[in-house]
């Protein structure tokens, strides 16, 4: 039954509105102590040539990654730290030095050394700065620095390091009390002072002074300059406004209030600066943050709210930075940094405004739909919606009158005037547009959850008791449900959330405990459910979505597990999971876009899915989503391609074909090295390890800082592993025990849509090797191994030659051994010939003289004999025992010769050995000598004494001592006797002298050397 009922309207229509008001403001994200920064107080943000971010603050200066802080503070022991932890200005010269002005001077920051250089006031030295408190730096394209002092402006020339002074006193300066400083396109210096506006020539020095009055300023009090791309020099004064000086035209202009609109009515704008987009944001003393176009047609403000975590964080702003990536960086008073992404949101987004009635009732989006009039129905927890694209005007038709909460919008097929309504509380409407009138439509239960408009006149629709089908006509109802006469549903605790029809003309059902498939004809329904045992079963059995794609593939979208791709002629189910690339399991919505990929939206976030590659691209709120969440039922595809998917916090539409990649390319860096976790300086071109470094860490960074978290890294260590390993968004990697070589270590990143950034990192690494893995030492080890090849060789060679020479010299020696003995027998015989003869031959003659000659020749035969006997039997002739030798040889010729006579004998011979060069010699010296004396010492004597001593002086020097007590040997010079002219001669053989003394005896004294 149809009850006719027209509710009262709550319609606003503000024309006036741009479509800002129902779209959602870009979003500021803080930046503070609790993330990491040093102090809430911002005065100086600057971005270095390597991407680095820094922070000045009331305590320390920040570097900034993205991810963490690096602290540079002020050391009472270390005169290389920076001067003081309050920073008030920041500037980067062309080599890449960090100037910092602080309240205790100006200091320089190398990175490379990462050292402090101070520059501070010194009384009486014009070659200093004006003051020790740092207003601004500028430095100019001639790369000069301008430093504004509280005692004027000061020009230092890095080159030179010399300090030149601008005061009232030495210039045309219009105040001592600079502020600010910009230089424009002819290279003139503008200089902001608390009392009026210079232009300063560098060339010549002059000053042009402009104040109040004089030009469009409505004070002297210059806070701000800033030269735009126009070439425009725009000036902020203190409760003057905003002026701007026309490069194009040379004139100044004044912009007053009534142009710029109540927000900048009052401010005090502090800081300037421009975007990517060209618009000129300003800082101001209280009242947060502007934008104005440079035709000053259009203003957006940001403020603080106190209930809103993407407002500014505080509405007193120190300084506006523009860096890469069109992110806008402002620091404030007492809260820390903001960062505002200028790049266009990807996607449109509409939500409640509590401060706006032309906004959406309600943020958690329920249903969706648009007409063919460009009227955007959205059903919300709030009621109905009815939004005028054309005229950005928001109608509401509310829950008062007991619409309640929206959850299906479906046209009807045969009247465009009529939409049906399905929601919680009474079920179903049936709603005239022109009209704009609600029929209620009685069912047998008041929740509504999906709504489907068949050809044959039936609505299908999906509630919690089961399906109903409803003639729109006839008004008969039929509710399929569990354990009716089609045996048809699961059970009466089913949610039958969703309904789709596809081209063939079957009603498939989504379910929180199955999926269906209805056969209108027939009313018969065919359950699908997940099977454990059944790979190729559906995987879940809660279903949120179906959908049909342009290839006639059935997608099912599943409360857990992933994407479902039907077979439906096997029947069989292929899923996709978080695992495949997905960003979450529970999946609501399923469309196309034009390039047959399709777009899902879960529990976190929309994913476009790629449905050739088998890819997944995922984008979040940071991409501009109104939440990651989306919601059930609540997404739908317009005629001309535009996607709508809400969500737990509004509604995002786009144009998936608009949907770009971010083009920025981030540079990366090495943030973090080590060697055994202890931090090394990084600001190198290599590294040059030791062979015990066996421990090595790197942390690295893209320095996107739109949203770091997203952005991806990829590394390899060339010389150990060749391919790139994928590491998602890890940014540390740590090697161990390489070996000595040469490497490179690579890091690639992408930006924060993924894309993979040009401008890879790519440092050498030298590990060097212990001195016994050198070049050096593999060239003399090898040398070494030569020699002592060839030593070994060598020696080998001199063995074999030795061995060969001795056996030849044994086979010799053995021949001259025998030869010996025939020569010592042959000798000894021919002796003992000679003696005999000698013996008969004496006995023969009476002549006296005669025979004393001959016995005087058997004796020395005789000693002859006893020497070659001696010499014979020596086991070794080389060398001889000199004691035992010359002992015997003494003994057996005073026996010979002391015939009758007591001869007493003194021997006194060290234990030495000598060699036969000398032995030979020696020993017919001793022979001749004692011969002599026992012949001529004792002939009128029955008996007498000799002594002899043999002693080694030192290493190569004898001493040989003969003596005896007789008569006394007088040598005649002219005697024909064989000794003694024998003696001389063996003595200088010995390389020796003889002392010959003659007092109660003879005495012989011989020095003499070996004779090697």
Same mark, same amino acid.
């Given at each position: 039954?149809?009850?006719?009922?027209?509710?009262c309207?709550?319609?606003?229509?503000?024309?006036?509105?741009?479509?800002?008001?129902?779209?959602?403001?870009?979003?500021?994200q803080?930046?503070?102590?609790?993330?990491?920064?040093?102090?809430?107080?911002?005065?100086?943000?600057?971005?270095?040539?390597?991407g680095?971010?820094w922070?000045?603050?009331?305590?320390?200066?920040?570097?900034?990654?993205?991810?963490?802080f690096?602290?540079?503070?002020?050391? &009472?022991?270390d005169?290389?730290?920076?001067?003081?932890?309050?920073?008030?200005? !920041?500037?980067?010269?062309?080599?890449?030095?960090?100037?910092?002005?602080?309240?205790?001077?100006?200091?320089?920051?190398?990175?490379?050394?990462?050292?402090?250089?101070?520059? /501070?006031?010194?009384?009486?030295?014009?070659n200093?700065?004006?003051?020790?408190?740092?207003?601004?730096?500028?430095?100019? /394209?001639?790369?000069?620095?301008?430093?504004?002092?509280?005692?004027?402006?000061?020009?230092?020339?890095?080159?030179?390091?010399?300090?030149q002074?601008?005061?009232?006193?030495?210039?045309?300066?219009?105040?001592?009390?600079?502020?600010?400083?910009?230089?424009?396109?002819?290279?003139?210096?503008?200089?902001?002072?608390?009392?009026?506006?210079?232009?300063?020539?560098?060339?010549?020095?002059?000053i042009?002074?402009?104040?109040k009055?004089?030009?469009?300023?409505?004070?002297?009090?210059?806070?701000?300059?800033?030269?735009?791309?126009?070439?425009?020099?725009?000036?902020?004064?203190?409760?003057?406004?905003?002026s701007?000086y026309?490069?194009?035209?040379?004139?100044?202009?004044?912009?007053?209030?009534?142009?710029?609109?109540?927000?900048?009515?009052?401010?005090?704008?502090?800081?300037?600066?421009?975007?990517?987009?060209?618009?000129?944001?300003?800082?101001?003393?209280?009242?947060?943050?502007?934008?104005?176009d440079?035709?000053?047609?259009?203003?957006?403000?940001?403020?603080n709210?106190?209930?809103?975590?993407?407002?500014?964080s505080?509405?007193?702003?120190?300084?506006? #930075?523009?860096?890469?990536?069109?992110?806008l960086?402002?620091?404030?008073?007492?809260?820390?940094?903001?960062?505002?992404?200028?790049?266009?949101?990807?996607?449109?987004?509409?939500?409640?405004?509590?401060n706006?009635?032309?906004?959406?009732?309600?943020?958690s989006?329920?249903?969706?739909?648009?007409?063919?009039?460009?009227? !955007?129905?959205?059903?919300?927890?709030?009621?109905?919606?009815?939004?005028?694209?054309?005229?950005?005007?928001?109608?509401?038709?509310?829950?008062?009158?007991?619409?309640?909460?929206?959850?299906?919008?479906?046209?009807?097929m045969?009247?465009?005037?009529?939409?049906?309504?399905?929601?919680?509380?009474?079920?179903?409407?049936?709603f005239?547009?022109?009209?704009?009138?609600?029929?209620k439509?009685?069912?047998?239960?008041?929740?509504v959850?999906?709504?489907?408009?068949?050809?044959?006149?039936?609505?299908?629709?999906?509630?919690?008791?089961?399906?109903?089908?409803?003639?729109?006509?006839?008004?008969?109802?039929?509710?399929?449900?569990?354990n009716?006469?089609?045996?048809?549903?699961?059970?009466?605790?089913?949610?039958?959330?969703?309904?789709?029809?596809?081209n063939?003309?079957?009603?498939?059902?989504?379910?929180? !405990?199955?999926? #269906?498939?209805?056969?209108?004809?027939?009313?018969?329904?065919?359950?699908?459910?997940?099977?454990?045992?059944?790979?190729?079963?559906?995987s879940?059995?809660?279903?949120?979505?179906?959908?049909?794609d342009?290839?006639?593939?059935l997608?099912?979208?599943?409360?857990?597990?992933?994407?479902?791709?039907?077979?439906?002629?096997?029947?069989?189910?292929?899923?996709?999971?978080?695992?495949?690339?997905?960003?979450?399991?529970?999946?609501?919505?399923?469309?196309?876009?034009?390039?047959?990929?399709?777009?899902?939206?879960?529990?976190?976030?929309?994913?476009?899915?790629?449905?050739s590659?088998?890819?997944?691209?995922?984008?979040?709120?940071?991409?501009?989503?109104?939440?990651?969440? &989306?919601?059930?039922n609540?997404?739908?595809?317009?005629?001309?391609?535009?996607?709508?998917?809400?969500?737990?916090?509004?509604?995002?539409? &786009?144009?998936?074909?608009s949907?770009?990649?971010?083009?920025?390319?981030p540079?990366?860096?090495?943030?973090?090295?080590?060697?055994?976790?202890?931090?090394?300086?990084?600001?190198?071109?290599k590294?040059?390890?030791?062979?015990?470094d066996? &421990?090595?860490?790197?942390?690295?960074?893209?320095?996107?800082?739109?949203?770091?978290?997203?952005?991806? #890294?990829?590394?390899?260590?060339?010389?150990?592993?060749?391919?790139?390993?994928?590491?998602?968004?890890?940014?540390?990697?740590s090697?161990?025990?390489?070996?000595?070589?040469n490497?490179?270590?690579?890091?690639?990143?992408?930006?924060?849509?993924?894309?993979w950034?040009?401008?890879?990192?790519?440092?050498?690494?030298?590990?060097?090797?212990?001195?016994?893995?050198t070049?050096?030492?593999y060239?003399?080890?090898?040398?070494?191994?030569?020699?002592?090849?060839?030593?070994?060789?060598?020696?080998?060679i001199?063995?074999?030659?030795l061995?060969?020479?001795?056996?030849?010299?044994?086979?010799?020696?053995?021949?001259?051994?025998?030869?010996?003995?025939?020569?010592?027998?042959?000798?000894?015989n021919?002796?003992?010939?000679?003696?005999?003869?000698?013996?008969?031959?004496?006995?023969?003659?009476?002549?006296?003289?005669?025979?004393?000659?001959?016995?005087e020749?058997?004796?020395?035969i005789? /000693?002859?004999?006893?020497?070659?006997?001696?010499?014979?039997?020596?086991k070794?002739?080389s060398?001889?025992?000199?004691?035992?030798?010359?002992?015997?040889?003494?003994?057996?010729?005073?026996?010979?010769?002391?015939?009758?006579?007591?001869?007493?004998?003194t021997i006194?011979?060290?234990?030495?050995?000598?060699?036969?060069?000398?032995?030979?010699?020696?020993?017919?010296?001793?022979?001749e000598?004692?011969?002599?004396?026992?012949?001529?010492?004792?002939?009128?004597?029955d008996?007498?004494?000799i002594?002899?001593?043999l002693?080694?002086?030192?290493?190569?020097?004898?001493?040989?001592?003969?003596?005896?007590?007789?008569?006394?040997?007088?040598?005649?010079?002219?005697s024909?006797?064989?000794?003694?002219?024998?003696?001389?001669?063996?003595?200088?053989?010995?390389?020796?002298?003889?002392?010959?003394?003659?007092?109660?005896?003879?005495?012989?004294?011989?020095?003499?050397?070996?004779?090697g």
């Amino acid at each position: 039954m149809k009850k006719r009922m027209k509710y009262c309207l709550f319609i606003l229509s503000t024309l006036f509105l741009c479509q800002n008001y129902t779209l959602a403001q870009n979003k500021l994200q803080r930046i503070s102590i609790n993330e990491g920064l040093s102090q809430s107080t911002v005065h100086a943000i600057l971005q270095d040539e390597e991407g680095f971010m820094w922070f000045g603050t009331h305590d320390g200066l920040n570097k900034y990654n993205g991810y963490e802080f690096e602290y540079y503070k002020n050391s &009472f022991t270390d005169s290389n730290s920076i001067s003081s932890n309050k920073i008030t200005a !920041l500037a980067e010269d062309q080599e890449g030095n960090i100037w910092i002005g602080t309240n205790r001077g100006l200091n320089k920051f190398d990175k490379k050394t990462q050292q402090f250089t101070r520059y /501070s006031h010194l009384k009486n030295d014009k070659n200093t700065i004006a003051s020790n408190i740092i207003r601004a730096i500028y430095i100019d /394209s001639d790369d000069e620095l301008w430093i504004a002092t509280a005692k004027g402006l000061n020009k230092f020339t890095i080159a030179t390091e010399e300090f030149q002074l601008y005061t009232t006193q030495n210039s045309d300066l219009t105040d001592n009390t600079v502020v600010c400083m910009t230089e424009d396109t002819t290279g003139n210096i503008w200089v902001g002072t608390f009392n009026g506006l210079n232009v300063l020539d560098k060339t010549t020095g002059a000053i042009k002074q402009y104040f109040k009055g004089s030009v469009a300023l409505k004070s002297n009090k210059i806070t701000s300059l800033y030269l735009d791309s126009n070439s425009d020099v725009w000036i902020a004064s203190y409760n003057g406004g905003i002026s701007k000086y026309l490069y194009s035209t040379n004139e100044f202009i004044q912009y007053d209030t009534s142009v710029l609109g109540k927000e900048v009515s009052s401010d005090h704008v502090g800081i300037m600066t421009e975007g990517e987009e060209g618009g000129i944001w300003m800082g101001t003393w209280g009242n947060g943050v502007i934008k104005i176009d440079k035709n000053m047609d259009r203003v957006i403000h940001y403020v603080n709210s106190s209930n809103e975590v993407n407002s500014l964080s505080y509405n007193t702003v120190y300084s506006v #930075y523009s860096g890469t990536n069109n992110l806008l960086w402002i620091g404030t008073f007492g809260g820390g940094v903001n960062k505002l992404n200028l790049n266009k949101q990807k996607f449109k987004t509409i939500k409640n405004n509590p401060n706006n009635s032309n906004s959406i009732n309600h943020n958690s989006i329920r249903e969706i739909y648009k007409d063919q009039d460009n009227i !955007l129905w959205i059903g919300t927890y709030g009621g109905l919606n009815k939004y005028d694209l054309a005229k950005n005007n928001f109608t509401h038709y509310s829950d008062n009158n007991g619409l309640g909460n929206v959850y299906a919008i479906t046209q009807d097929m045969s009247d465009e005037n009529i939409l049906w309504i399905g929601n919680e509380g009474v079920g179903l409407y049936e709603f005239k547009k022109d009209t704009e009138e609600f029929i209620k439509i009685t069912l047998p239960i008041n929740e509504v959850f999906s709504i489907l408009d068949n050809e044959d006149g039936y609505l299908y629709l999906g509630t919690r008791v089961g399906i109903i089908q409803y003639h729109k006509k006839t008004e008969k109802i039929i509710v399929f449900k569990s354990n009716d006469e089609y045996n048809a549903l699961e059970s009466v605790n089913e949610i039958y959330n969703y309904l789709y029809k596809d081209n063939s003309g079957t009603l498939w059902i989504a379910s929180n !405990l199955a999926l #269906y498939q209805f056969n209108i004809q027939t009313k018969q329904f065919k359950k699908y459910q997940h099977d454990p045992l059944n790979k190729k079963s559906i995987s879940h059995s809660s279903i949120r979505s179906i959908y049909e794609d342009s290839k006639n593939r059935l997608w099912v979208a599943t409360n857990g597990r992933g994407l479902n791709l039907m077979d439906r002629k096997t029947e069989t189910f292929t899923s996709y999971t978080v695992a495949d690339g997905l960003p979450n399991n529970v999946v609501y919505g399923i469309l196309e876009d034009k390039n047959e990929n399709l777009w899902l939206s879960t529990n976190k976030g929309l994913s476009m899915f790629n449905v050739s590659l088998k890819t997944f691209k995922n984008y979040t709120v940071d991409h501009g989503l109104q939440s990651n969440e &989306f919601n059930t039922n609540s997404f739908y595809k317009s005629t001309d391609g535009e996607l709508f998917f809400g969500g737990i916090d509004g509604l995002n539409s &786009f144009y998936p074909e608009s949907i770009m990649d971010e083009s920025f390319m981030p540079p990366i860096v090495l943030t973090s090295f080590k060697i055994f976790d202890k931090a090394q300086q990084i600001t190198i071109d290599k590294i040059v390890l030791n062979h015990s470094d066996d &421990f090595i860490s790197f942390e690295f960074a893209a320095l996107d800082f739109s949203v770091p978290e997203r952005n991806q #890294y990829a590394y390899k260590l060339e010389g150990f592993n060749n391919k790139w390993i994928y590491a998602g968004n890890r940014r540390y990697v740590s090697y161990t025990n390489l070996k000595p070589g040469n490497y490179v270590f690579r890091v690639k990143g992408t930006n924060g849509d993924g894309v993979w950034s040009d401008k890879q990192l790519a440092i050498p690494i030298i590990v060097s090797p212990p001195f016994w893995g050198t070049w050096w030492f593999y060239v003399v080890s090898f040398l070494m191994l030569v020699l002592v090849v060839f030593l070994f060789i060598k020696v080998r060679i001199n063995q074999i030659q030795l061995k060969s020479k001795e056996q030849f010299f044994r086979k010799q020696n053995e021949e001259k051994i025998l030869m010996m003995q025939e020569i010592h027998h042959r000798v000894k015989n021919n002796l003992q010939v000679v003696n005999s003869l000698l013996s008969l031959q004496a006995s023969k003659i009476d002549d006296d003289q005669v025979v004393s000659l001959f016995k005087e020749t058997q004796k020395r035969i005789h /000693s002859m004999a006893l020497l070659h006997e001696k010499l014979y039997n020596a086991k070794d002739l080389s060398y001889v025992n000199i004691k035992e030798h010359f002992s015997l040889l003494i003994e057996g010729l005073v026996k010979s010769y002391s015939v009758n006579k007591k001869i007493s004998l003194t021997i006194d011979i060290e234990e030495f050995n000598l060699g036969m060069k000398t032995l030979v010699p020696l020993g017919l010296i001793i022979n001749e000598i004692i011969t002599n004396s026992l012949k001529y010492a004792f002939h009128d004597r029955d008996e007498g004494e000799i002594k002899v001593r043999l002693l080694n002086l030192n290493s190569d020097e004898y001493q040989l001592i003969i003596e005896d007590n007789g008569v006394g040997f007088k040598e005649n010079p002219n005697s024909k006797g064989l000794g003694a002219k024998l003696i001389p001669l063996l003595v200088k053989q010995l390389d020796g002298k003889i002392i010959k003394k003659v007092e109660d005896g003879t005495v012989y004294e011989i020095l003499f050397h070996e004779i090697g």
